[in-house]
């Protein structure tokens, strides 16, 4: 058997930290960039929501378990994730 390890989830598993603040990061960039619509319940504008969207995915993307201020925004940036999840759609 080969070593699980070396399978892409294996490789993106040694260091899923980085994996995925780096992968949901680049797919809020994404929407920041691209979104059509928003969910007005949360946000009073298109670019509010591009904007907070932004905010959030490059808190991802700048994502350092060295740097400690890093941490603490992709942490929270994380839990904003977590807490509007179902409004991140197009």
Same mark, same amino acid.
């Given at each position: 058997?080969?070593?699980?390890?070396?399978?892409?989830?294996?490789?993106?598993?040694?260091?899923?930290?980085?994996?995925?603040?780096?992968?949901?990061?680049e797919r809020?960039?994404?929407?920041?960039?691209? #979104?059509?619509? +928003?969910?007005? &319940? /949360?946000?009073? =504008?298109?670019? %509010?929501?591009?904007?907070?969207?932004?905010?959030?995915?490059?808190?991802?993307?700048?994502?350092?378990?060295?740097?400690?201020?890093?941490?603490v925004a992709?942490?929270? #940036?994380?839990? +904003?994730?977590? &807490? /509007?999840?179902? =409004?991140?759609? %197009?």
């Amino acid at each position: 058997m080969s070593n699980p390890w070396q399978t892409p989830i294996g490789q993106d598993c040694i260091s899923l930290d980085s994996t995925l603040c780096s992968w949901l990061g680049e797919r809020l960039l994404f929407l920041s960039e691209h #979104a059509n619509s +928003w969910n007005p &319940t /949360y946000w009073d =504008t298109m670019e %509010d929501y591009k904007k907070t969207l932004y905010l959030q995915g490059m808190a991802l993307k700048d994502y350092d378990p060295d740097n400690v201020g890093a941490m603490v925004a992709a942490r929270a #940036a994380v839990r +904003w994730t977590a &807490t /509007y999840l179902e =409004t991140l759609w %197009d």
